[in-house]
């Protein structure tokens, strides 16, 4: 990893907020950016997973593919209500 992509954790409350999502099964729309690009989706969050220091989340979409998200890449995240 270079200094510009170091690992920076982030907020305890907006982690404990993912727990939760994950807990209850609670649909996300996340938005993040990686790789020059920014994407948003609405994605159902399965894990949280620690590799090498760098923590993930790992999530679904609608059509059943996962994302692995690094946590300092998210932008925002909100929970959906499906009627």
């Given at each position: ?13 907006r ?5 939760l ?8 729309r ?5 790789d020059g690009?920014?994407h948003v989706?609405a994605?159902?969050p399965?894990d949280?997973e ?5 923590e993930?989340?790992l ?16 932008d925002e ?7």
């Open positions: 990893m270079t200094d510009d992509d170091s690992y920076r954790p982030i907020d305890c409350g982690h404990s907020e993912l727990e999502a994950i807990m209850h099964r609670q649909w996300l996340v938005a993040w950016h990686e690009g920014s989706e994605l159902l399965r949280l620690t590799r090498e220091g760098v993930y989340l999530a679904d979409n609608h059509d059943g593919t996962t994302h692995r998200i690094r946590l300092d890449r998210l995240f909100q929970p959906i209500e499906f009627n």
